[in-house]
């Protein structure tokens, strides 16, 4: 996928595009239901625009924004499973939050061959959010571009949102939002060197780089997951896993970090990438009074993991 950041206006170009205009965080199943319908205009490049940081980390400074469902890199490989060539970074500043809706229309999108435009139903742009839709039609009127919205996505009447999914997310509710996204919620990041402790007590455990920071983290506690092993980019190995998220109020208590010991395997994992993706909440994290009735409970967990994923893989076989 061709990337182009944009730190003031787009660079010229004459390439004949389709544009989605989003934040897309999650790229969610209502994402999905947009992005799909834009594939019946591909009859030229399809392109994305996005913006990066949320606007309100930036405008508001809330941090509940300040982590994403998806990532940069993680939302850019979702993305190319639904077609998108090119992907339109635009750093959101709070001076960019000053253009208005007429500016960004005549002067940034006008320097694009946009063929068709798409944006979801509920789209705002231009400072403070003061256009809707029907503005944003009006105005690529004047430059000559269609403009589509698509209705929101509901599931059971529950609106699809990047926000209920973070709030899902923090609850612990991961079965939920995984009906929500369409996949499970999953981090990505390469794995890094923890403090050795897991292999002394027959159970280790990958740390994985970067996820701390970027992501939107779960309520802490153990889940049943499955982790990716990632090789040349691209999913490749998958293995049953459970996953500790949260303070370890055993060893350590003081910050949050996520592992993940892969069940049926020995290797070494540093350095490769891996996606983890939280399939349930199994407990919440416990305080032993030493390492010995933690391993005690790792193991009844490594139990249970191993009854839950064989009844579902027999479920599956029917
Ligand atoms: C299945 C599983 C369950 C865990 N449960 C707890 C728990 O209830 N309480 C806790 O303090 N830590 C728990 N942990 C985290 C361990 O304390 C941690 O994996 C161990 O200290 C190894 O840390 P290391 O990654 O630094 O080697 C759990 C880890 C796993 C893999
Ligand atoms: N079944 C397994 N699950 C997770 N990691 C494993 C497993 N078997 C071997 N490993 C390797 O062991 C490492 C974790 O060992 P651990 O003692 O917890 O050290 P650290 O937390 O310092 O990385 C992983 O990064 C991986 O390379």
Not at 177 to 189: E, N, T
């Amino acid at each position: 996928m061709e990337y182009i950041e944009v730190s003031s206006k787009p660079p010229k170009d004459s390439t004949a595009i389709s544009l989605v205009i989003g934040k897309f965080d999650g790229v969610h199943s209502g994402h999905a239901k947009l992005l799909q319908k834009v594939r019946e205009y591909m009859d030229c490049t399809l392109a994305v625009m996005s913006f990066s940081d949320h606007p309100n980390w930036i405008l508001k400074n809330d941090v509940d924004f300040q982590k994403s469902l998806t990532p940069l890199d993680h939302k850019m490989e979702l993305l190319k499973l639904f077609g998108v060539e090119r992907y339109y970074n635009i750093q959101f500043t709070k001076q960019f939050a000053q253009i208005s809706a007429k500016e960004f229309v005549m002067e940034h999108l006008s320097r694009l061959n946009i063929k068709h435009i798409v944006v979801g139903e509920g789209f705002h742009l231009g400072k403070g959010r003061e256009s809707d839709t029907n503005d944003l039609i009006n105005l690529c009127q004047q430059i000559e571009v269609p403009v589509t919205v698509i209705p929101l996505v509901k599931a059971n009447d529950v609106k699809i949102s990047s926000t209920t999914i973070r709030t899902m997310i923090r609850d612990g509710q991961v079965e939920v939002a995984q009906a929500l996204l369409g996949r499970p919620y999953s981090v990505i990041g390469s794995v890094i060197h923890g403090k050795a402790l897991g292999r002394t007590l027959g159970f280790p455990t990958i740390n994985l780089s970067g996820v701390l920071e970027q992501y939107v983290l779960p309520k802490p506690g153990i889940y049943l997951g499955v982790a990716d092993i990632y090789n040349d980019g691209s999913p490749n190995m998958q293995k049953n896993t459970l996953i500790s998220a949260g303070y370890r109020p055993t060893v350590d208590g003081e910050s949050y970090s996520i592992e993940a010991y892969l069940l049926d395997f020995s290797g070494d994992l540093y350095g490769e990438t891996v996606e983890l993706m939280f399939h349930r909440y199994l407990r919440p994290e416990l305080q032993f009074s030493g390492l010995d009735q933690l391993v005690e409970q790792m193991k009844l967990d490594k139990l249970y993991a191993q009854t839950y994923f064989e009844t579902s893989n027999n479920n599956r076989k029917g």
